[in-house]
């Protein structure tokens, strides 16, 4: 809902798919894919199951929907509600490194 508290591991994910989304492309992301650019920003890798714990918070939370994809593979997108609390993180974070 509206005053979740996201976890850096949360807000890493709705960035991610923000900056995706940013440059045009607007297919769900696998999940695997997007762990994988998650630990490429980070010293400390994150588990899956830590991970997949954070993704389905936030589809509980309807910020992102989740798809399975032909393979069975869980892949997702932001939802309307994710996506403004992602421009926000987003924009955070540009006027931090300007």
């Given amino acids: 809902g509206e005053n979740m ?3 850096a591991t949360q807000k ?3 960035y991610i798919l923000f ?3 940013a440059r045009g492309r607007f297919d769900p992301v ?3 894919k997007l762990l994988g650019m998650l630990n490429l920003t980070r010293s400390s890798e994150i588990h899956d199951t830590n991970f997949r714990t954070s993704c389905h918070t ?4 309807g910020l992102l929907s989740k798809y399975r994809s032909s393979s069975l593979m ?3 997108t ?3 509600d994710g996506r403004e609390k992602a ?3 987003y924009q955070t974070r540009a006027e931090a490194t300007s």
């Fill in 5 to 7: 508290r996201l976890s």
């Fill in 12 to 14: 890493d994910v709705l």
């Fill in 19 to 21: 900056s995706i989304e």
């Fill in 78 to 80: 932001l939802t309307a």
């Fill in 87 to 89: 421009k926000d993180i």
């Fill in 74 to 76: 869980l892949a997702f």
């Fill in 58 to 61: 936030l589809v509980a939370n």
């Fill in 30 to 32: 696998p999940g695997m």
